[in-house]
C-alpha cells in the first residue's frame, strides 16, 4: 500500500462569484487531469488522485472585504507542469481567453533564470503558477 501520510489532502478557497471561478478553474485544472469530484448549490470541487480543490461561494455578509495576496492568508497556488511545452500551450490558451500573463516583461523566467513558469490570476486574483520541471 502506497503511503499518503504528508500528501496534501484538499484545499478549500472561498471565492466572490462561483460561477465565475467554476469556468476559470474548471478549464485549467482539467487540462492538469483534475475531474469535477461533487458539485452543489453554493461549491464545486475537483480531484486528482488523492488530493482535491474546493471552491466554495462566500456568503454575501462576508462579500464586503475583497481578497488580496498580500495580506495575511493564501498567496498564491502552484502547480506542476509535465514539461516546458506544456507552460507554453497553457501560456497561449490564457491569452486566447483574455487572461493577463503577470510579469510578461520576465516571462516564462519570472521565478528566475531556472524557473520556467507562466504566472496569472484566477477571478478573485489569486495568483496561480504553473510550473515546468527543472
Known sequence: MTTI????????????YLKNSSE???WFLGKLGYEVYS????????????????FVQTEEKYL?????????????????AGSRTHVDEITN?????????????KHPYAGGENYYAV????????????VAPV
Not at 504566472?119 to 504553473?130: N, Q, S, Y
Open 5 to 16: 501520510t504528508g500528501k496534501l489532502h484538499h484545499v478549500e478557497i472561498y471565492v466572490s
Open 64 to 80: 464586503n472585504e475583497p481578497y488580496h495576496r498580500c495580506r495575511t492568508g493564501l498567496n498564491h497556488l502552484a502547480f506542476h
Open 93 to 105: 490558451e490564457l491569452r486566447k481567453k483574455g487572461i493577463t500573463i503577470l510579469y510578461e516583461d
Open 39 to 54: 458539485k452543489w448549490e453554493s461549491g464545486i470541487s475537483y480531484i486528482l488522485d488523492e488530493t482535491y480543490i474546493v
Open 119 to 130: 504566472f496569472f490570476e484566477d477571478p478573485d486574483r489569486i495568483k496561480v503558477e504553473l
Open 24 to 26: 476559470f478553474w474548471g
